[in-house]
């Protein structure tokens, strides 16, 4: 198998660990709606907590995607 | 400005750093040109500086203007106040500076300045070199406050109460590289999901014109869905780009109360 190819292989491989990526976020945004609904009233004060759960499960899939643009247009 | 050549698509060309007036200015061996990023974030100050300059009146019932800079102020000093407590008003005026420029960044690249012939817009943020710089100030502040407020006391941050003796070394390793990765992620997190998002479009737009170009019947197939598409992407992009300056300044909040209070 040729580097190119070998590349492009490994790019699309890299594309998937975003769609699990995708799931984790879902995740931290599903659990605060469930706990948001329950004690609507702690809800405002979680809000930054939230978003500290949210950058940290995005910032994987973005090193995902780091990875594959790498893959594609560097190496 | 083809978004691509003879059928393939380039979506990486918006991101070139060049010159924005003409040539090359050389000194000393170092490039030091005016560039296309260099032009965008004066524009990106101007229009913050317009902003904040028409805002900041002292009417006693605001119009709106004052009104939305008094938004952006009492927010920001809120979720220092939330994070940092007493200790982080000293602060609020990097973290806002810091919030501001990142969100007019953000959103100045995703107007469509392109509608001018001749003006190719570029997202300032786009670029590690310039996320990365805002990561390692904000980094470099945490560092200062921390061992100028505690000294080596510091470094017992990485030393969680509680952990048992034995564990100590391993979880002092463990937590030293999880705060010595905390520039690279900050910079990383803002620089992938702007580029993430440019791409996203820039294919998006060369769909639409490759359609055009195949013909009537491909245009209903492949250029109005794709249209329509970007229409609803951009607005999600709007949405990141506030989201990713307000995690940003989050973030840096959170460093600093590690640094200013040792949790």
Same mark, same amino acid.
């Given at each position: 198998? #040729?580097?190119?190819?070998?590349?492009?292989?490994?790019?699309?491989?890299?594309?998937?660990?975003?769609?699990?990526?995708?799931?984790?976020?879902?995740?931290?945004?599903?659990?605060?709606?469930?706990?948001?609904?329950?004690?609507?009233?702690?809800?405002?004060?979680?809000?930054?907590?939230?978003?500290?759960?949210?950058?940290?499960?995005? @910032?994987?899939?973005?090193?995902?995607?780091?990875?594959?643009?790498?893959?594609?247009?560097?190496? | 400005?083809?978004?691509?050549?003879?059928?393939?698509?380039?979506?990486?060309?918006?991101?070139?750093?060049?010159?924005?007036?003409?040539?090359?200015?050389?000194?000393?061996?170092?490039?030091?040109?005016?560039?296309?990023?260099?032009?965008?974030?004066?524009?990106?100050?101007?229009?913050?500086?317009?902003?904040?300059?028409?805002?900041?009146?002292? #009417?006693?019932?605001?119009?709106?203007?004052?009104?939305?800079?008094?938004?952006?102020?009492?927010?920001?000093?809120?979720?220092?106040?939330?994070?940092? $407590?007493?200790?982080?008003?000293?602060?609020?005026?990097?973290?806002?500076?810091?919030?501001?420029?990142?969100?007019?960044?953000?959103?100045?690249?995703?107007?469509?300045?392109?509608?001018?012939?001749?003006?190719?817009?570029?997202?300032?943020?786009?670029?590690?070199?310039?996320?990365?710089?805002?990561?390692?100030?904000?980094?470099?502040?945490?560092?200062?406050?921390?061992?100028?407020?505690?000294?080596?006391?510091?470094?017992?941050?990485?030393?969680?109460? $509680?952990?048992?003796?034995?564990?100590?070394?391993?979880?002092?390793?463990?937590? *030293?590289?999880?705060?010595?990765?905390?520039?690279?992620?900050?910079?990383?997190?803002?620089?992938?999901?702007?580029?993430?998002?440019?791409? @996203?479009?820039?294919?998006?737009?060369?769909?639409?014109?490759?359609?055009?170009?195949?013909?009537?019947?491909?245009?209903?197939?492949?250029?109005?869905?794709?249209?329509? @598409?970007?229409?609803?992407?951009?607005?999600?992009? *709007?949405?990141?780009?506030?989201?990713?300056?307000?995690?940003?300044?989050? @973030?840096?909040?959170?460093?600093?109360? #590690?640094?200013?209070?040792?949790?």
């Amino acid at each position: 198998m #040729d580097a190119q190819a070998a590349k492009m292989i490994g790019a699309g491989l890299a594309a998937i660990g975003m769609g699990l990526a995708a799931l984790g976020v879902g995740n931290v945004f599903a659990q605060f709606l469930a706990g948001a609904l329950r004690n609507p009233g702690a809800a405002d004060s979680q809000q930054g907590r939230l978003f500290i759960g949210f950058a940290a499960a995005e @910032l994987l899939g973005l090193l995902a995607f780091v990875t594959m643009i790498i893959l594609v247009f560097v190496a | 400005m083809a978004a691509e050549q003879g059928g393939k698509i380039d979506p990486m060309h918006q991101f070139l750093i060049e010159p924005a007036f003409g040539s090359h200015w050389i000194v000393g061996g170092y490039d030091l040109s005016f560039t296309n990023s260099a032009l965008w974030m004066v524009v990106t100050l101007v229009a913050l500086w317009a902003f904040m300059v028409g805002g900041m009146k002292r #009417d006693l019932v605001p119009g709106r203007w004052q009104m939305a800079v008094e938004g952006f102020t009492g927010f920001i000093s809120g979720m220092m106040e939330q994070n940092v $407590g007493p200790g982080g008003k000293r602060f609020v005026p990097y973290v806002f500076s810091l919030f501001m420029f990142i969100l007019f960044a953000n959103i100045i690249g995703l107007l469509p300045f392109g509608i001018v012939p001749g003006v190719h817009p570029f997202t300032v943020t786009s670029h590690m070199t310039v996320t990365g710089v805002l990561a390692l100030i904000s980094f470099a502040i945490v560092l200062l406050v921390g061992f100028g407020k505690h000294g080596f006391h510091f470094f017992s941050l990485f030393v969680p109460s $509680g952990t048992p003796v034995l564990m100590i070394p391993l979880i002092f390793v463990v937590e *030293l590289m999880s705060f010595l990765v905390r520039p690279f992620s900050l910079g990383l997190r803002l620089f992938v999901a702007m580029t993430a998002g440019h791409i @996203l479009l820039k294919v998006l737009a060369a769909f639409v014109i490759n359609g055009i170009n195949m013909g009537p019947g491909y245009i209903a197939i492949v250029s109005l869905p794709s249209f329509i @598409l970007m229409i609803g992407i951009t607005l999600l992009e *709007l949405l990141v780009a506030a989201i990713q300056a307000y995690v940003f300044a989050l @973030l840096t909040s959170v460093y600093l109360n #590690d640094a200013v209070n040792l949790h």
